[in-house]
């Protein structure tokens, strides 16, 4: 149904954009065409894979669009040192260990449960810190891996990034955990 959505929005020169206030999402329309939107002279979006070698798709992010580009996709290009394009839900544990390594990300509005594009590198080093007993699961953020680019691939295991996933609920657009989890 969402991919549908997306489909006739694209053809009418609609794109579709994803707001949320980190406990709900919520679709709303973004009626600009395409053209008129910010991309920062960066390759068109069919360029870019998720881990699942499938079109990467919109994350959105809370309280301002994620993404090096924010443009709301986790998608990197040479500029972006960090690579930002593991699609995270974060906890608060995390925000809490980000902030310990330098990166608050509660200054710019994040709380529990916010969709966040990461760092593949940061992420990684949640998941390390969890492997080695140090912080708990919950620490670690779950993963939208239909957003998540592949280039995540470089820094993090499909395998690993499989653990942490999350299931979509695509009528309402709800992430529900996994029961991998």
Same mark, same amino acid.
């Given at each position: 149904?969402?991919?549908?959505?997306?489909?006739?929005?694209? $053809?009418?020169?609609?794109?579709?954009?994803?707001?949320?206030?980190?406990?709900?999402?919520?679709?709303?329309?973004?009626?600009?065409?395409?053209?008129?939107?910010?991309? &920062?002279?960066?390759?068109?979006?069919?360029?870019?894979? &998720?881990?699942?070698?499938?079109?990467?798709?919109?994350?959105?992010?809370?309280?301002?669009?994620?993404?090096?580009?924010?443009?709301?996709?986790?998608?990197?290009?040479?500029?972006?040192?960090?690579?930002?394009?593991?699609?995270?839900?974060?906890?608060?544990?995390?925000?809490?260990?980000?902030?310990?390594?330098? &990166?608050? $990300?509660?200054?710019?509005?994040?709380?529990?449960?916010?969709?966040?594009?990461?760092?593949?590198?940061?992420?990684?080093?949640?998941?390390?810190?969890?492997?080695?007993?140090?912080?708990?699961?919950?620490?670690?953020?779950?993963?939208?891996?239909?957003?998540?680019? &592949?280039?995540?691939?470089?820094?993090?295991?499909?395998?690993?990034?499989?653990?942490?996933?999350?299931?979509?609920?695509?009528?309402?657009?709800?992430?529900?955990?996994?029961?991998?989890?």
């Amino acid at each position: 149904m969402r991919l549908l959505i997306l489909l006739m929005a694209l $053809l009418r020169g609609v794109s579709l954009a994803r707001t949320t206030s980190c406990k709900a999402d919520a679709m709303i329309y973004d009626s600009r065409p395409l053209s008129t939107k910010a991309t &920062n002279n960066i390759p068109p979006l069919t360029s870019s894979l &998720n881990v699942l070698d499938q079109p990467l798709e919109y994350f959105g992010g809370t309280p301002i669009r994620s993404g090096f580009f924010r443009d709301g996709f986790c998608r990197t290009s040479a500029q972006d040192h960090g690579s930002h394009s593991v699609a995270g839900i974060v906890s608060s544990q995390f925000l809490e260990f980000s902030a310990s390594r330098g &990166n608050d $990300l509660r200054t710019i509005g994040l709380e529990d449960g916010c969709r966040w594009c990461l760092c593949a590198g940061r992420w990684m080093e949640a998941y390390q810190t969890h492997a080695a007993g140090l912080i708990p699961k919950e620490a670690v953020p779950r993963v939208d891996l239909r957003a998540t680019e &592949n280039s995540a691939l470089r820094q993090i295991d499909l395998s690993i990034l499989k653990q942490f996933s999350i299931s979509v609920d695509t009528e309402v657009g709800a992430a529900v955990g996994s029961s991998e989890l």
